[in-house]
């Protein structure tokens, strides 16, 4: 008999919960396996023996589908990052006592690509010290950056919203006579895919958004009004998709940085609504879709919360097969029928690194997105799950704020 932990780590998206859903439901299998520990807020619970029950919390097939319906991270997540054992090994002594204690022989971390920095310097660190605990990364992110993976849990469902979203608002903004610019501000830190996802609506025939610009091109506030001029010329009603990742002056984002040092970003939309009102002045107005577009669980993808609960459960199986330091992964086999399998990577391979639009997925002129990335984007935001609404409402499966503390 052993027992297991999960947690979750990073931002928070739709998918992180099924994926969670996805390991429990595949430990309920397994007559070995005895206890679920949910680590509250990430690795910090495993740090700090904060740990809870999940067969007491998750109770029946009813409490498993409202989880796998409700956003962001029910046990609570974190920005933690592991120091370099040569500096301290404090922290690692920590995590090698509780799950000796607990008597956790597998550990199933739902996390980015930092959090398979985690994954990866703990694998290292058990082997050393000839702790036979596995650990297995379980992917997501909404910012749909890992390598290796075809893609990740959580972005299928950020990218539809993205999609629905940029769909109601060109209507919204196409109602006056008066010529316009609308400027949405999409998540995404230095990758382009959730921003460039919004092009799914040229599949539709729409022929906005007409301007998307993402990170990995090279962003000039001079040829971005150029840009949107020669639309204006075109379009009553100017649509813009843009990454809060695009290269812009010190000062424009939001100055905060977290312990991986990423800046929390923000501004890029009211810095270029300002430089239109400055440069073009006519009505403009820009929008961050900010935090909704990765906890509206009402606008998810199904094909996006079953395979976040499948690559959970893959997760369980591969550690019982007794690997460990692997990042469990999407393979596109094929998409006329969309098919994927899961297989594994090394952690060491994602953790830390970036994956991004590849060239072909951008047009020449680096401000709009090409045809040939619709076909990778539209099965990811197929589909819609049975949401079980109460009093008009969505509900959530929730955990009470005093269990967790
Ligand atoms: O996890 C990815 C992400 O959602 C990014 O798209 C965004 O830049 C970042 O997290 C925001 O992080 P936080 O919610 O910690 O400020």
């Known amino acids: 008999m052993m027992n297991i932990a999960v947690a979750q780590s990073g931002g928070p998206t739709c998918a992180i919960n099924a994926s969670l859903v996805g390991v429990f439901r595949e430990a309920l299998k397994v007559p070995d396996i005895d206890a679920v520990f949910g680590s509250v807020n990430g690795i910090e619970g495993i740090i700090n023996n904060h740990l809870v029950d999940m067969k007491s919390l998750i109770k029946s097939t009813e409490d498993m589908e409202l989880l796998k319906q409700t956003p962001s991270t029910v046990l609570g997540s974190c920005r933690y990052k592991l120091p370099d054992r040569q500096d301290d090994d404090s922290v690692y002594r920590k995590i090698a006592n509780t799950l000796i204690q607990r008597q956790i022989g597998a550990f199933f971390y739902i996390g980015g690509n930092d959090s398979m920095d985690t994954v990866n310097k703990l ?21 749909n950056d890992l390598c290796i993976t075809d893609h990740t849990p959580g972005f299928g469902s950020a990218a539809k919203y993205v999609a629905v979203t940029m769909h109601e608002i060109i209507r919204d903004s196409s109602v006056y006579s008066m010529p316009s610019v609308t400027v949405a501000e999409i998540m995404g830190r230095h990758a382009g895919w959730l921003t460039a996802s919004s ?6 025939g729409e022929s906005a958004p007409h301007l998307i610009y993402v990170p990995e ?8 009004l150029k840009d949107v001029r020669q639309e204006m010329a075109k379009h009553k009603a100017v649509i ?6 695009i290269e812009v002056p010190d000062g424009v984002q939001s100055g905060v940085v977290d312990n991986f040092g990423h800046k929390y970003l923000s501004g890029i939309g009211k810095y270029l609504e300002e430089s239109v009102r400055s440069e073009i002045g006519c009505k403009v107005r820009s929008i961050e879709l900010n935090v909704m577009q990765r906890c509206s669980s009402h606008l998810c993808s199904r094909t ?4 976040a609960e499948a690559i959970g459960s893959a997760g369980v199986r591969c550690a019982l097969n007794g690997d460990t330091g692997k990042v469990m992964v999407f393979r596109r086999v094929k998409n006329q029928p969309y098919t994927i399998v899961i297989e594994t990577a090394d952690a060491g391979e994602i953790a830390n690194k970036e994956k991004f639009l590849p060239t072909e997925f951008v047009n020449k002129e680096g401000n709009n997105i090409s045809d040939k990335a619709l076909d990778y984007f539209l099965p990811l935001i197929h589909g819609e799950p049975d949401i079980v609404i109460d009093k008009g409402i969505p509900k959530h499966f929730t955990i009470q704020e005093s269990v967790l503390k």
């Not at 091109?217 to 971005?224: A, D, I, M, P, R």
């Not at 813009?240 to 990742?245: D, I, K, L, M, W």
């Open 199 to 204: 092009a799914v609506l040229h599949a539709l």
């Open 240 to 245: 813009v998709a843009v990454s809060e990742g």
């Open 217 to 224: 091109c090279k962003f000039s506030l001079e040829k971005f």
């Open 304 to 307: 996006d919360i079953d395979e």
């Open 123 to 143: 694998s290292e660190y058990f082997r050393e010290i000839s702790l036979d605990v596995k650990i297995i990364g379980i992917p997501k992110t909404i910012d």
